[in-house]
T-cell receptor, first 113, second 113 residues
Framework: DAGITQSPRHKVTETGTPVTLRCHQT?????MYWYRQDPGHGLRLIHY???????DKGEVSDGYSVSRSKTEDFLLTLESATSSQTSVYFC????????????FGPGTRLTVT | AQSVTQPDIHITVSEGASLELRCNYS??????LFWYVQSPGQGLQLLLK??????LVQGIKGFEAEFKRSQSSFNLRKPSVHWSDAAEYFC???????????FGAGTILRVKS
């Protein structure tokens, strides 16, 4: 158990509304990630963070923003949700140092109607 | 561009039979390689990893994988499959010192009794 929680676990929202997903970790790991999972695509990186207020884009960052004001929390915001953003969103952490693997949270299922 | 290919979308094996899931990657430098497993409705669990050294690595749940640089492959194997192994399996390549993971599209394993 990597001590990662995601909230909410399920959300249904309407097109055009803003949505914020939260990832919380309990072990003060430096690196945090947001992925989306879609059938036939595996997981694709949206954004990641390598420290408080330090973030970078992944391969599918358009329409998403992130913030990390505390080590333990990494927020993903859909500025104006679209149906193409219906997906399962996973948060992950990487302890850093000589540890290169990532550990994943339980996921958030988001439906945009 | 870096990529990971899992050629088999679905595989069905009989319980007790051996299993091999294929993974090929495209990456110029020495890769960090991972296999993850995902049960329905769950997050991803790390099965095993390869960074350097012995090219045959052992993981959890009786799985092993072999890194073959000449074939750019990292195939996952298990000598005897159990019904509880039914899940989706993802191969991933770590780039930029593990800061980013690129995932394959996944292989869904079905186990028949």
């Amino acid at each position: 158990d990597a001590g990662i929680t995601q909230s909410p676990r399920h959300k249904v929202t309407e097109t055009g509304t803003p949505v914020t997903l939260r990832c919380h970790q309990t072990e003060n790991h430096r690196y945090m990630y947001w992925y989306r999972q879609d059938p036939g695509h595996g997981l694709r990186l949206i954004h990641y963070s390598y420290g408080v207020k330090d973030t970078d884009k992944g391969e599918v960052s358009d329409g998403y923003s992130v913030s990390r004001s505390k080590t333990e929390d990494f927020l993903l915001t859909l500025e104006s949700a679209t149906s193409s953003q219906t997906s399962v969103y996973f948060c992950a952490i990487r302890p850093g140092g000589n540890t290169y693997e990532q550990y994943f949270g339980p996921g958030t299922r988001l439906t945009v109607t | 561009a870096q990529s990971v290919t899992q050629p088999d979308i679905h595989i069905t094996v009989s319980e007790g039979a051996s299993l091999e899931l294929r993974c090929n990657y495209s990456y110029g430098a020495t890769p960090y390689l991972f296999w993850y497993v995902q049960s329905p409705g769950q997050g991803l669990q790390l099965l095993l990893k390869y960074f350097s050294g012995d090219t045959l690595v052992q993981g959890i749940k009786g799985f092993e994988a072999e890194f073959k640089r000449s074939q750019s492959s990292f195939n996952l194997r298990k000598p005897s499959v159990h019904w509880s192994d039914a899940a989706e399996y993802f191969c991933a390549v770590g780039m930029e010192y593990g800061n980013k993971l690129v995932f394959g599209a996944g292989t869904i394993l079905r186990v028949k009794s």
